[in-house]
């Protein structure tokens, strides 16, 4: 089993991603989300589900261990392929899963294309006890800090491969944390997060 890949990105589609990992060219299908983030020649970690058939083996990635998770979650429900699992994470964060799933509310499933209205069903409540509940609203702004410079930082963070709302969630930590000094300072903040992060979390080269 495949289960982890870092390399250098070779090409990157509208859905789908090629790694070079160790002079070998790895083609892995990826939400939108995480094709628009790949750049050719930049390094890449996706945790990945091979899923093998008779005529093919495939390979699917992703930014987090909670995706891949929540992926092999939605493999179970019966009707859910691995296109429709992949779809499923590319429309909605794991928080909206989760909370679609807790409210036992089928409607946003159905609007994930190559799902209809019994899978959407069969999604909510099939997963019932088996996702972690959503997680609460981030808490507001730490004052002193300006909305765009929060706002700033936390593309800068998600631009270096962290989904957006880890990214959101660590830059108010670091805020909250930070000196009067830092705090007036983007590129302060942006290394005080990116030192709480550290290298290894989201997969990506800092």
């Given at each position: ?104 509310d ?46 700033q ?43 709480a ?8 080269r800092?």
């Amino acid at each position: 089993m495949i289960s982890f890949l870092r390399g250098a990105v070779l090409h990157a589609g509208l859905d789908s991603v090629v790694l070079d990992v160790g002079g070998v060219g790895f083609s892995v299908a990826v939400t939108p989300e995480v094709a628009r983030r790949a750049r050719a020649g930049e390094e890449l970690a996706l945790h990945t589900h091979l899923i093998v058939r008779e005529d093919a083996l495939s390979l699917f990635g992703f930014a987090t261990r909670a995706e891949l998770d929540v992926f092999g979650i939605l493999l179970g429900v019966s009707g859910v392929g691995p296109k429709s699992a992949l779809g499923v994470l590319g429309a909605m964060s794991i928080d909206q899963i989760a909370e679609a799933v807790q409210l036992e509310d089928d409607k946003p499933f159905r609007k994930v294309s190559g799902i209809g209205p019994k899978t959407a069903k069969l999604i909510a409540v099939q997963l019932q006890g088996k996702l972690a509940p959503p997680q609460a609203a981030p808490a507001a702004s730490p004052a002193g800090i300006a909305a765009d410079v929060l706002a700033q930082v936390t593309q800068a963070v998600a631009g270096l491969g962290w989904p957006e709302r880890v990214a959101s969630e660590a830059v108010a930590a670091a805020a909250e944390s930070a000196s009067e000094a830092d705090r007036a300072s983007m590129q302060a903040l942006l290394r005080l997060t990116l030192a709480a992060l550290g290298p290894a979390n989201g997969g990506a080269r800092v």
